[in-house]
């Protein structure tokens, strides 16, 4: 094992964690805000893929494609939100999990009946394709060092939107106390209408961004959706820097796993063994790392409420 | 519910008015196939295929019956029941998993009905636990990557690097391969299945420095794979069973696929009289290329449709002797059955090349000829 492919696999776990990060911004900051449990998150980052993929195809640009993914997912979570989502927040959480659950379901259907069951093609574009040379010689797909850039640039920027502005202010006077806030005449209605939206329009881009590197296909969303749920659990659920660095620790342990466990097992077992074990116990570990931080730390390592 | 009546009751009044001839003894196949949800694309290429060879035989006497199991063994068992119990129908067919297939087809054939698998050809079946009722007018699992393993040692390929899903189907295709690869095996990864990130698996490949890499990745973890691995900067020449660079494929992952070699048991461009009309007239009914699923679908049919000709259907023996022989002209040519009812053909070698603006596999050459499956000899029939 070489240091180089070591460092390529710390990339790729630091690029999978701020995609990652991408889709449990929105999921937290809902959670946080609403109290409210959105299954249908991973549908807006499919419908952010599929935007993208038709604008893109549609007029050759993939950027147009990428700003198609924010809006389109965007106005798809506020009119969302004003149809379905407003009714539940006074619900407990098992009539949430059931509506966005119906909500995944439409979504999934409807895509299919209107794009087909086959995947719809989206690649890289040119300007961002093929690999870079780093430093020390490593060659690294300049679309994922891109991917690590355009993640981290989110980052601060939803770090100084939340700290910053006035917007932010509501949104974090909105965790804190709702009614108070409410009273205070900020028009709460709309509010969690533009933070509903802000986070479909976070999971779209991600939908648009990774979608040129994945297979653009109905129900892509779920799977993410899980891990996304993972890292907001590890995080402390309503914290934005929890899901950061949730995200990053969840897209570490993930590729590591699946990197150095079965190599790992080489060590004491014959090869076939080794890797059927090694990679087994791999897709297991980011399940075993919540449960431990959850042993330590109940409510996640950054817990927004105290 | 998607329910296709070819035959109207009046009909059979009709045909009893023919004199002298048999009286035609109606059909009724149900089909059990994935139509929603992940790998749809290949329950409807293998739908449509069946009902173009219905269309084209137009044979009022066959009634089939089509329901989406939706990727999910238990809908799968329960779809059966209700198509043996209350629709009463003659044949199953359909399904496109292993899985799905190991949960529905040795209660179906223990009930005494016809399986035809158009797809799933898990080893089970074809070896200690194959059975009189059960036929498979694809594959069976390992065959496309022993050929790829076969084509492989002839074309002197020294280190190959393999990965495939971690599932039976996943260890099946591997070992098909190794039990014809006599090169050095650099590695041999399992993924998990449904992964759509292969980022640290790419960068184990550029490492191992291997001369060609072997993967088995069916459906989205197939596109995800090769859209990566193109941009990855990592030249060393990949290949795979024909599943994961299949016409619905190809249309997603595009230019990244030029050049990859795959091995598979059809390709539109053989040379038999039937392929042809075959592929013109799949075009024409649906407007696209068909994929090997299709194929399947056209030939499971043509079985059926080639054994109403001769036997009557409540005569179990005699119809699946009708089936046996096969007695039609597939688009792969004559098909021959082997002793455990699994096809005896030839496995070919593609390469995926761009035509005008589609991107499809051109016919390069034969991997194994007339090639009988590894378990057909723990098959007692």
């Given at each position: 094992m070489t240091s180089v492919l070591f460092i390529e696999q710390l990339l790729n776990g630091l690029q999978f964690g701020v995609m990652l990060f991408l889709?449990?911004?929105?999921?937290?900051?809902?959670?946080?805000?609403?109290?409210?449990?959105?299954?249908?998150?991973?549908?807006?980052?499919?419908?952010g893929a599929y935007a993208c993929a038709t604008v893109a195809n549609y007029t050759g640009s993939f950027w147009l494609g990428l700003v198609a993914s924010l809006v389109a997912a965007a106005v798809a979570g506020a009119v969302v939100e004003i149809l379905v989502i407003r009714r539940?927040?006074?619900?407990?959480?098992?009539?949430?999990?059931?509506?966005?659950?119906?909500?995944?379901?439409?979504?999934?259907?409807?895509?299919?009946?209107?794009?087909?069951?086959?995947?719809?093609?989206?690649?890289?574009?040119?300007?961002?394709?093929?690999?870079?040379?780093?430093?020390?010689?490593?060659?690294?797909?300049?679309?994922?060092?891109?991917?690590?850039?355009?993640?981290?640039?989110?980052a601060i920027g939803l770090y100084l939107l939340i700290a910053k502005t006035r917007l932010g202010i509501r949104i974090r006077a909105g965790e804190s106390d709702r009614e108070m806030i409410a009273a205070l005449g900020v028009d709460i209605r709309l509010l969690y209408t533009i933070?509903?939206?802000?986070?479909?329009?976070?999971?779209?881009?991600?939908?648009?961004?990774?979608?040129?590197?994945?297979?653009?296909?109905?129900?892509?969303?779920?799977?993410?959706?899980?891990?996304?749920?993972?890292?907001?659990?590890?995080?402390?659920?309503?914290?934005?820097?929890?899901?950061?660095?949730?995200?990053?620790?969840?897209?570490?342990?993930?590729?590591?796993?699946?990197?150095?466990?079965?190599?790992?097992?080489?060590?004491?077992?014959?090869?076939?063994?080794?890797?059927?074990?090694?990679?087994?116990?791999?897709?297991?570990?980011?399940y075993i790392l919540m449960a431990l931080v959850l042993v330590v730390k109940p409510k996640g390592l950054f817990p927004a409420h105290g | 519910m998607v329910k296709i009546n070819l035959l109207k009751a009046g009909l059979v009044g009709l045909s009893l008015c023919v004199a002298g001839t048999a009286m035609a003894k109606p059909v009724k196949v149900g089909m059990i196939t994935t139509l929603s949800g992940g790998g749809s694309g290949l329950g409807i290429d293998v739908r449509d295929g069946f009902m173009l060879a219905v269309k084209q035989a137009g044979n009022k006497d066959l009634e089939v019956v089509i329901e989406d199991d939706a990727r999910k063994p238990g809908l799968a068992v329960q779809i059966a029941d209700k198509m043996i119990q209350s629709e009463k129908v003659d044949i199953l067919t359909g399904i496109i998993w292993s899985n799905l297939a190991m949960a529905v087809v040795p209660s179906a054939v223990a009930q005494g009905k016809i399986y035809i698998s158009p797809n799933a050809g898990p080893s089970q079946l074809a070896g200690k636990g194959c059975h009189p009722n059960y036929f498979n007018a694809s594959?069976?699992?390992?065959?496309?990557?022993?050929?790829?393993?076969?084509?492989?040692?002839?074309?002197?390929?020294?280190?190959?690097?393999?990965?495939?899903?971690?599932?039976?189907?996943?260890?099946?295709?591997?070992?098909?391969?190794?039990?014809?690869?006599?090169?050095?095996?650099?590695?041999?990864?399992?993924?998990?299945?449904?992964?759509?990130?292969?980022?640290?698996?790419?960068?184990?490949?550029?490492?191992?420095?291997?001369?060609?890499?072997?993967?088995?990745?069916?459906?989205?973890?197939?596109?995800?794979?090769?859209?990566?691995?193109?941009?990855?900067?990592?030249?060393?020449?990949?290949?795979?069973?024909?599943?994961?660079?299949?016409?619905?494929?190809?249309?997603?992952?595009?230019?990244?696929?030029?050049?990859?070699?795959?091995?598979?048991?059809?390709?539109?461009?053989?040379?038999?009289?039937?392929?042809?009309?075959?592929?013109?007239?799949?075009?024409?009914?649906?407007?696209?290329l068909p994929s090997l699923y299709a194929v399947q679908g056209f030939d499971t049919a043509s079985?059926?449709?080639?054994?109403?000709?001769?036997?009557?259907?409540?005569?179990?023996?005699?119809?699946?002797?009708?089936?046996?022989?096969?007695?039609?002209?597939?688009?792969?040519?004559?098909?021959?059955?082997?002793?455990?009812?699994?096809?005896?053909?030839?496995?070919?070698?593609?390469?995926?090349?761009?035509e005008g603006d589609i991107y499809t596999n051109k016919l390069e050459g034969i991997a194994l000829e007339n090639h009988q499956d590894a378990y057909a000899s723990q098959c007692k029939m």
């Open positions: 889709m449990a911004a929105g999921l937290t900051l809902v959670f946080g805000v609403m109290g409210l449990i959105n299954l249908a998150h991973g549908a807006l980052y499919m419908v539940l927040y006074k619900r407990d959480h098992l009539d949430q999990v059931l509506a966005t659950f119906a909500l995944i379901l439409i979504f999934s259907e409807g895509t299919r009946w209107l794009f087909g069951s086959f995947p719809l093609f989206l690649n890289v574009p040119d300007i961002l394709s093929g690999p870079i040379e780093l430093p020390g010689g490593l060659l690294y797909p300049l679309y994922r060092f891109a991917l690590i850039i355009i993640g981290c640039l989110v933070v509903f939206a802000l986070g479909a329009a976070l999971a779209g881009f991600a939908g648009g961004l990774v979608g040129a590197l994945q297979s653009v296909q109905v129900g892509m969303g779920e799977p993410v959706l899980i891990l996304a749920f993972v890292v907001i659990v590890i995080g402390g659920i309503g914290s934005i820097k929890g899901a950061l660095i949730g995200a990053i620790l969840v897209g570490m342990v993930d590729t590591m796993g699946r990197f150095l466990l079965p190599s790992f097992f080489q060590l004491f077992m014959n090869n076939s063994d080794a890797t059927s074990v090694g990679s087994a116990l791999a897709s297991m570990s980011i | 594959f069976q699992n390992d065959n496309l990557p022993e050929a790829m393993g076969a084509y492989a040692t002839k074309t002197g390929v020294k280190s190959t690097f393999i990965m495939a899903p971690n599932y039976p189907a996943g260890k099946d295709v591997l070992n098909g391969f190794k039990r014809f690869y006599k090169g050095k095996l650099s590695s041999e990864v399992y993924t998990k299945l449904g992964q759509t990130d292969y980022a640290a698996e790419i960068a184990q490949i550029r490492a191992s420095k291997a001369e060609s890499v072997f993967v088995f990745l069916p459906g989205g973890m197939g596109i995800a794979f090769m859209k990566q691995y193109a941009q990855s900067g990592v030249d060393i020449p990949v290949m795979g069973p024909a599943f994961s660079f299949d016409q619905g494929i190809l249309k997603a992952v595009g230019p990244v696929a030029v050049g990859v070699k795959n091995t598979s048991h059809w390709s539109k461009d053989l040379k038999f009289p039937a392929n042809k009309a075959f592929v013109e007239s799949f075009q024409a009914e649906y407007g696209r079985l059926i449709l080639s054994a109403m000709k001769t036997a009557d259907v409540k005569d179990t023996d005699a119809f699946r002797a009708a089936i046996k022989k096969a007695d039609f002209d597939s688009p792969r040519g004559k098909l021959k059955f082997g002793n455990n009812q699994h096809l005896i053909q030839t496995i070919y070698v593609r390469e995926v090349v761009k």
